[in-house]
């Protein structure tokens, strides 16, 4: 009888803790799905993840594909907060890989007012420079990042170098 008793004990506890995870999950009380901002966001940083895995493969629609569906999570995670600075970088960066230059810009300018020292899209925005030719407001990008020591500056220096 008493190992019946502790049996049942258990499996109501299990059954508790399993009702306790549905419903944190169902409410959303996870970051990493549903639509709130931060699990947006994170979905988009893989799907770009993945995407520049296929780009370094040359396999360049695909990685398009995944950009896009990217874009489509920064959109969303946008028309939460327009003040971070990260959604603003990858909605640029998106943008930029899916051919939209011009509102890559947009994106990556209104980034810089909200934070002028972030790394990502003072490289991201100086690699857009050098590719549409605008090699003077590449280099005051790649001197925004001097002396930060990080692998945005030489990604970016080496970027002009070889134009």
């Known amino acids: 009888m008493k190992k019946l008793t502790k049996l049942l004990i258990i499996l109501f506890a299990v059954c508790i803790f399993n ?3 549905l419903y944190a999950a169902s409410s959303g009380g996870s970051d990493t ?10 979905q988009g940083k893989q799907l770009v993840y993945r995407a520049k895995k296929l ?10 594909k995944l950009y896009l569906k990217a874009l489509d999570k920064f959109e969303k995670a946008y028309s939460k907060n327009k003040k971070n600075a990260d959604i603003l970088n990858y909605l640029g960066f998106t943008l930029r890989k899916t051919g939209s230059l011009e509102k890559a810009e947009v994106f990556y300018l209104k980034g810089l007012k909200l934070d002028a020292g972030h790394l990502g899209i003072n490289e991201y925005l100086g690699e857009l420079y050098v590719q549409t030719n605008r090699i003077d407001l590449a280099k005051e990008r790649l001197q925004i990042l001097y ?11 080496e970027l002009i170098e070889n134009k």
Do not use: H, P, Q, V
């Open 147 to 157: 002396g930060c020591n990080c692998e945005e500056y030489e990604e970016l220096k």
């Open 55 to 64: 780009e370094k493969k040359n396999k360049k629609e695909k990685a398009k």
């Open 33 to 42: 799905g549903g639509n709130n901002e931060a699990g947006l966001y994170k």
């Open 19 to 21: 009702y306790g995870m």
